[in-house]
């Protein structure tokens, strides 16, 4: 198997870009790893790991894997619900950085907006209830708006793109 794609996915977000990536790759080269419900193989020569931002953390899922990939290839996509700029990318890459093997061959970090989850937005517009005039709620609310309908098909595009330079 050349390709793993292993990922975790709270909000459906990671899993839809996981088999949108799957897709594009060929079947018979390809394994998708629900990180949820099992782990990594460790039989693939490129990993290519998914998760969500959720409070700005990396999920420990994630973190453990790493500990997997000594010597792989490996690439992340990563989905928020805010806006994916090249600040944020770099912010989530120094939260990964620590936990990569040495000796892997690190190609670099795709990502995109994910839908804010409906419970999340709930609860924004009960502090915006609370109290009218928080700023930081109204931000969250317009993020959200803008993330309504991602990741998009050409989000997955773009994903397959990035991935397609390493591989």
């Given at each position: 198997?050349?390709?793993?794609?292993?990922?975790?996915?709270?909000?459906?977000?990671?899993?839809?870009?996981?088999?949108?990536?799957?897709?594009?790759?060929?079947?018979?080269?390809?394994?998708?790893?629900?990180?949820?419900?099992?782990?990594?193989?460790?039989?693939?020569?490129?990993?290519?790991?998914?998760?969500?931002?959720?409070?700005?953390?990396?999920?420990?899922?994630?973190?453990?894997?790493?500990?997997?990939?000594?010597?792989?290839?490996?690439?992340?996509?990563?989905?928020?619900?805010?806006?994916?700029?090249?600040?944020?990318?770099?912010?989530?890459?120094?939260?990964?950085?620590?936990?990569?093997?040495?000796d892997c061959d690190y190609c670099g970090l795709f990502m995109c907006r994910g839908k804010i989850?409906?419970?999340?937005?709930?609860?924004?517009?009960?502090?915006?209830?609370?109290?009218?005039?928080?700023?930081?709620?109204?931000?969250?609310?317009?993020?959200?708006?803008?993330?309504?309908n991602h990741p998009d098909s050409t989000d997955i595009e773009n994903a397959c793109a990035f991935?397609?330079?390493?591989?």
């Open positions: 198997m050349k390709y793993e794609i292993a990922y975790l996915s709270l909000s459906g977000n990671a899993e839809k870009l996981a088999h949108g990536i799957a897709d594009s790759l060929p079947h018979n080269q390809t394994l998708v790893t629900n990180l949820a419900h099992k782990r990594i193989t460790s039989k693939a020569d490129i990993y290519i790991i998914g998760f969500g931002m959720n409070k700005g953390t990396v999920p420990i899922d994630i973190i453990n894997t790493l500990d997997e990939l000594q010597g792989k290839r490996i690439m992340f996509f990563v989905t928020c619900g805010l806006d994916p700029s090249e600040k944020h990318q770099k912010d989530v890459e120094k939260k990964l950085f620590p936990f990569m093997p040495d989850p409906d419970n999340v937005v709930k609860a924004i517009y009960d502090k915006l209830i609370e109290r009218g005039d928080n700023q930081s709620a109204m931000k969250i609310l317009e993020e959200a708006a803008l993330s309504e991935i397609s330079k390493y591989i």
